[in-house]
């Protein structure tokens, strides 16, 4: 994606310790820091966090981003140091006792109660006076989309973390080896995936002479997940659009706002064939007490064929199963369809990781000047190479974007990713590559040229590292040839509504969501397919008319 540089941006160097680039802008208005010092409160939870290390001899305390913020006036004092998974509940302990962090991070689903209880600042001018050119291009990724679903009467509170949208996209994984020894073709309809998932299960795919496999997983705790084994896509190849929590919204025929689920006729035609396929052993008969670990843990041990999930959902397994079976190969494909046009991928924009700044902080310009810091040095097209290695991270001298307040900014590069590496691999120059892409492409490129040349070792760490991004962005039929199509035709079903539910509607999801979700499974293990008719009734009386009403009144 083209990147304009920032209009207004000079070049002003300040020294700090080795070298740190401190950008000064025009017009008399500070957008990186202050002029004078200014002592804020932060809670640090990255640190304990098991997939986190600290590089070059870095510390909480001292570290580059804490450097960088010190060189603008910014002065971090840690009110308190937790692990990741007490950081939510130290947050709102803190918040109880008054004496909380002045920037700190909040779920879509609390930003309403948070913003009710005054425990935040309203930023709208702020962001309006501060908020730079790159920032501003970064919110409006999406189209503005996140930000405009942080309003509330008119007003921001927060800032989010923006998402590719249309990269998140779910997709079919499959044994392409499988297929090929059974003489089969990936599955474009939703027959044809029945018929594979059937072959799957009872005609040996594997070759090993045992009746040890079968033809499709899916989640049966969760049913609608963010994770491998999600029902959502096989829905979706229905014409039923449920989203990852069961909460969707779609417009009718006549432009209102209605539920995903309400398509009575696509859900009931999807329901029945679950049940036939649940009945024929093709979906294992325990998969209601299978969660998304369970399904990693089939798709590791190469007992299933098929499963949908998003880019990464072949990363992990790819690397056991190979070790099981060195022919193995699991490639993507667009989600199948039964309605004879193309599965559309139900795509939202909500805001699910939110910034805000203490309604307590004496200057709540603080939260935009820490994210334009973030978007300027987090993005290799704003600075210098060597500013980007040092706050992004390069796995040697510099902990990276992790240390940073607001550890978020960078733009989503999936697709950029995408390109420059398929270029790489196809000419051999590297020269576009950013630190990290390189990584990749040297690790990819390792397992290719390991097996051209026969000596593929799955046991390699590196080669097994290679053949997991290999899924992603280099096998011929990765995730991202499935992202790229439906990018290019536009085969979506975008959401009607973004905006942050009330806390009432809040309440009520995961209800709604267990309602359905119950549904799903009793429908599937024997009940009667028809008796969803009356569940659509159940769903609404239970709080969905509330929420489908509170959509079509704030849109």
Not at 88 to 93: D, E, F, G, Q, R
Not at 267 to 275: D, E, G, I, N, T
Not at 361 to 374: F, I, S, Y
Not at 388 to 412: C, E, L, Q, R, V
Request: some cysteine.
């Amino acid at each position: 994606m083209k990147r304009k540089c920032l209009a207004l941006l000079l070049a002003a160097i300040l020294t700090l310790s080795a070298v740190s680039f401190v950008p000064a802008l025009a017009e008399d208005v500070n957008y990186f820091g202050f002029d004078e010092p200014f002592n804020i409160k932060i809670g640090v939870s990255y640190a304990a966090a098991s997939d986190f290390t600290f590089y070059g001899g870095e510390t909480v305390e001292n570290n580059a981003w804490m450097d960088l913020y010190k060189a603008n006036n910014i002065f971090p004092e840690i009110l308190y140091e937790v692990d990741p998974s007490q950081a939510n509940t130290k947050l709102s302990t803190a918040i109880m006792s008054g004496d909380y962090p002045d920037v700190f991070r909040v779920s879509g689903g609390d930003y309403k109660n948070f913003v009710q209880s005054g425990a935040v600042a309203d930023i709208t001018e702020a962001y309006e006076k501060y908020a730079s050119d790159e920032l501003k291009e970064f919110m409006n990724f999406d189209g503005g989309l996140a930000v405009k679903s942080l309003y509330v009467d008119g007003k921001l509170y927060g800032l989010p973390k923006v998402n590719d949208t249309l990269s998140n996209a779910y997709m079919m994984w499959i044994r392409q080896d499988w297929l090929d020894r059974l003489g089969l073709q990936i599955p474009t309809t939703m027959e044809e995936l029945k018929v594979v998932a059937h072959a799957f299960t009872y005609d040996d795919p594997d070759g090993d002479g045992q009746n040890n496999t079968y033809g499709i997983a899916f989640d049966g705790m969760d049913v609608l997940t963010s994770s491998i084994g999600s029902m959502h896509p096989f829905f979706e190849g229905f014409g039923v659009y449920l989203g990852n929590n069961g909460l969707s919204y779609i417009e009718d025929e006549n432009g209102n706002i209605t539920w995903g689920g309400a398509n009575a006729e696509g859900m009931k035609a999807a329901l029945s064939m679950l049940q036939e396929m649940y009945a024929d052993g093709a979906i294992a008969r325990d998969f209601i007490t299978m969660d998304s670990q369970s399904i990693f843990s089939e798709t590791k041990a190469g007992r299933v064929g098929m499963w949908f999930g998003p880019t990464w959902g072949a990363m992990e397994p790819a690397i056991y199963a190979t070790q099981n079976d060195k022919n193995c190969r699991i490639v993507a494909a667009v989600v199948p369809s039964a309605t004879g046009e193309t599965a559309k991928s139900y795509a939202t924009a909500a805001a699910n990781e939110i910034y805000c700044v203490s309604s307590k902080c004496a200057k709540p310009e603080l939260l935009v000047k820490l994210w334009n810091l973030n978007v300027h040095y987090m993005n290799a097209q704003f600075c210098t190479a060597e500013e980007f290695n040092m706050y992004y991270g390069d796995s040697a001298n510099y902990s990276g974007w992790k240390t940073a307040i607001i550890p978020a900014g960078g733009f989503p590069n999936g697709r950029e990713t995408y390109a420059l590496l398929t270029e790489a691999i196809a000419t051999g120059d590297t020269s576009k590559l950013s630190t990290k892409q390189l990584e990749n492409y040297t690790s990819i490129k390792t397992y290719m040229d390991a097996v051209a040349a026969g000596t593929h070792d799955p046991a390699d760490a590196t080669q097994q590292r290679g053949l997991s991004l290999y899924t992603v962005y280099a096998d011929p039929l990765n995730a991202w040839t499935v992202i790229t199509k439906l990018i290019a035709e536009d085969d979506y079903m975008y959401t009607a509504y973004s905006g942050i539910p009330s806390e009432e509607v809040s309440s009520m999801t995961g209800t709604l969501k267990k309602l359905l979700v119950e549904e799903i499974i009793k429908v599937i293990t024997g009940d009667k397919v028809e008796s969803y008719d009356s569940f659509v009734n159940t769903w609404y009386a239970m709080g969905g008319q509330d929420a489908i009403d509170e959509a079509n009144e704030n849109r």
